[in-house]
């Protein structure tokens, strides 16, 4: 069950490119939180003992935590700079979670393949860092079955800063791909735009975009992915889609051996990732 505490908030887009952080922080901070989305009873009461980025904590326990449903941008690493407003994510967590202990709740699944603690997190107010994340423009909306018990509460927080154009909605902020400029190299997390040329069923549904890409969709929800209902069945040629997730590439190998196909892909676990529109 989700619970939503609605509050106005004013367009901070032009902040997001100030030198201070903490102006930035206080300022969304001092805001009344735009709205809570709720996973009944913690399960833990734990203690931070550092934020590694927008995204991710590590407990006083020594556990590394990931948050469930946003993704945050990335910090400079091995080699890359920082994606925009990545040093802003983490320090509206860090300020966010200040002045007392932290709760957690577990969804379905509570590790990922890195070993990572899946959880959603509440400061000692009871506010949803994730929620907080979304509406102030500091991070995506992602959806990763089975783990999507509060998917569309928190989609609809990253859709009031869109509307509003906050943060990584702010214009020439954040950099949108398209289908057919995909190369070499690419890979990561996408905000992907293409259109549908083909569509193919084995065990998945997939969309096959202009350039070297394709979406895989579920076909039943065996696994809990969600309710893409007569999504799967639409007529999709033609579609122009936008999407978030991972870009995988399979590699040039994996394109010389099934040149039918296409060499990257996203998988898409739900249709809140996703939206839909003709020419």
Known sequence: MTTARK???VSLGAFFHAPLLALLCGLLLALPAAADCVLGD????????RV???DTLVLRDGRHLRLIGVNTPELAKRGRAAQPLAREAREF??????GGEITIAYDRDRHD???????????HRGDSLEAALLTAGLAFHIAIAPNLTLAECLAQREQ??????LGVWAPGVWPLKRAADVRPGDGGFVLLRGTVREVDRNRYLWLELDGPVALRLPLTDAAGTGDFGQLRWRNWQGAQIEVKGWLVDRGEKYSSRFPQNKRWFIAVDSPLTLSISRN
Request: aromatic letters at 10%; proline letters at 3%; zero cysteines.
């Open 52 to 54: 590694l980025d927008g």
């Open 160 to 165: 009031s800063a869109r509307r509003r154009g």
């Open 42 to 49: 913690a399960d833990e009461r734990v203690a931070l003992d």
């Open 93 to 98: 967590t860090r300020q966010f979670l200040t």
């Open 113 to 123: 393949r890195y070993g990572r603690l899946l959880a959603h997190v509440y400061n």
């Open 7 to 9: 509050a106005p908030w």
